[in-house]
């Protein structure tokens, strides 16, 4: 702006580009671990394909919740004390998930919430649902599965 006002428009230089010092030499005198124009975090070793997780892994969901598949004794489980909910499609209450906990010390054990059985019951009916509508509607002419 000073420079504007006194009449020396070509004469401005921008604030810190003069403090930027830009390191471009090729002196890899004790670094080992030269540059080579490769980006850094790669190394020359590795693929895309062994950086992804095995499918044994717990997966990461979009809120960042740690999403862990349930084992078969944990479906049985839940299957077997909120039975009734599920063949009615009626979601569970939350007294009836705590029920399940107390009924179910290996739920308890594995870090599962009332909260997560009863997603787990919810999932399910969805499911349930989704097949009895597949079975009952047919298909229009002309599409094929």
Request: overall charge positive; aromatic content about 4%.
């Amino acid at each position: 702006m000073a420079a504007m006002q006194g009449g020396r428009r070509g004469q401005i230089e921008p604030e810190g580009e003069k403090d930027i010092k830009t390191e471009t030499s090729n002196d890899n005198s004790g670094n080992n671990n030269a540059n080579d124009g490769r980006p850094l975090s790669a190394s020359p070793g590795t693929t895309s394909s062994a950086k992804r997780r095995s499918s044994s892994q717990p997966r990461s969901g979009k809120r960042g919740v740690l999403k862990r598949p349930w084992s078969e004794a944990e479906r049985e489980a839940v299957e077997e004390h909120l039975t009734h909910n599920i063949t009615e499609l009626r979601v569970p209450a939350k007294a009836d998930c705590e029920r399940c906990l107390q009924q179910c010390p290996l739920l308890v054990s594995n870090h599962r919430d009332w909260r997560a059985i009863k997603f787990y019951c919810y999932n399910r009916i969805q499911l349930l649902k989704k097949n009895q509508r597949r079975d009952s509607d047919p298909l229009p002419s002309g599409v094929h599965r």
